[in-house]
């Protein structure tokens, strides 16, 4: 039986170079294939022109560069676009794009669905399905960048952002996360800077504790609450992890980074359980020792939850107690999507989105509560 083929989509910079050298490859020709791969989107090994011929040949005998598999696009009216792609487990995850002014985000995921079980989420009320590989992981920025035909020219770029918002828990898939984060940063495949791609955890402590030995990407904490007997409803993860923990590991990270960097807090308001102008207070009180900027999630409804998003008047309330209390908040608005694209409702079930979105193309209506991601 054939050798599996290694697949040099995943491989990051230094695994690169020890895979040549098993080839008897000099470390300087990583550079290169990464430059192939990543800068330019080419997959077949008989294009990378720099490259001797007899490695090409040595190449197709044991590698390949196989992105993940695109199995539905959704192109929003807005200019956002939903990919589901299949991943090797068999399960099917979601990327998103977002395009804004001066920017585009994209949203990946870490995970085919997620063991935390956070009371609001799509995602999380799945379960668990696998971790995603490094190939899997930045294969959705591979294919966005193909996808959005931007593989081989310099400006401008698309993609400018990355954020781990998408499906799944980023840190409780550590090694292939930083491994794909690594890539993302690399000058020779994407050289996204480190303000620029943020990991967003529910609160993983000892996970953001060992995050500075191998990062230092931007940091977004899920908080939702202000304090732990809510926390720990809604975020079942607080009851291990406390808020005290949390913010006491995060004010760590951030310690440790060399420029002046804030952690974004994201707080998602669902009508009658986190949204009390007494909870603005309380987290007004308890963030004061965190240098942060709070995003504000109205929360996005889906089938089988019964939570309601807060209404317009309480989410400016709760803004602006925040505000008054000296903090830079943001609120991720709502945006006529017509692709269910929104956080929190990314499941990755083909079938779910197909009816989905027939079902609202046949109503002529864009009605599907999609929010735009709005990461300042
Ligand atoms: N597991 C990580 C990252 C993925 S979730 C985390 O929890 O941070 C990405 C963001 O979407 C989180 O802030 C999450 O709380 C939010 N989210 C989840 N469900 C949501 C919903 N139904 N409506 C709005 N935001 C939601
Ligand atoms: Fe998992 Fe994040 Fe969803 Fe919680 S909010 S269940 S941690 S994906």
């Known amino acids: 039986m054939p050798n599996k083929l290694t697949n040099l989509l995943g491989l990051s910079r230094e695994q690169m170079e020890a895979f040549l050298l098993t080839l008897g490859e000099k470390p300087f020709r990583a550079i290169q294939l990464l430059k192939w791969i990543h800068q330019f989107g080419v997959t077949d090994f008989d294009a990378m022109t720099n490259i001797s011929k007899s490695l090409r040949e040595q190449l197709k005998d044991c590698a390949e560069v196989r992105p993940p598999l695109v199995k539905e696009r959704y192109d929003a009216s807005d200019g956002c676009y939903k990919w589901i792609v299949e991943v090797e487990s068999g399960s099917s995850i979601e990327t998103v794009y977002i395009p804004e002014a001066g920017r585009g985000t994209l949203c990946i995921s870490s995970q085919a669905g997620c063991s935390l079980d956070c009371s609001f989420c799509a995602t999380g009320k799945q379960g668990f399905n696998s971790d995603l590989t ?19 020219t310099k400006t401008p770029r698309k993609v400018t952002n990355v954020v781990m918002m998408g499906m799944g828990e980023p840190l409780l898939n550590f090694d292939n996360v930083m491994a794909a984060i690594s890539l993302m940063m690399e000058d020779n495949c994407y050289g996204l800077s480190k303000r620029r791609v943020t990991i967003s955890t529910s609160g993983v402590v000892p996970a953001i504790d ?3 030995e191998y990062t230092d990407a931007s940091l977004a904490i899920s908080l939702h609450a202000p304090n732990d007997e809510l926390r720990s409803q809604i975020v079942p993860i607080n009851r291990k992890y406390p808020i005290r923990e949390l913010l006491r590991s995060t004010n760590a990270y951030l310690e440790s980074l060399p420029d002046s960097r804030v952690v974004t807090i994201e707080y998602i308001l ?10 603005a207070r309380e987290l007004v009180e308890l963030l ?10 109205p929360f996005n409804p889906f089938k089988g939850s019964d939570y309601q998003r807060s209404s317009n008047s309480a989410i400016s309330n709760f803004q602006k ?11 991720r608005t709502t945006r006529g999507d017509d692709i269910g694209a ?3 409702q990314l499941v990755g079930a083909v079938e779910d989105h197909t009816r989905r979105s027939a079902r609202y193309r046949a109503k002529g209506e864009q009605s599907d509560p999609v929010q735009r991601l709005k990461i300042q």
């Open 288 to 297: 004061r020792s965190v240098p942060c900027k709070i995003n504000l999630i």
């Open 270 to 279: 669902i009508a009658g359980v986190n949204d009390h102008r007494q909870h």
């Open 321 to 331: 107690i925040l505000r008054d209390g000296g903090y830079t908040v943001t609120i």
């Open 210 to 212: 060992r995050l500075k």
């Open 134 to 152: 490094i190939a899997e992981i930045i294969g959705q920025l591979w294919l966005a960048n193909r996808e959005l035909d931007t593989f081989g």
């Open 342 to 344: 929104a956080c929190g």
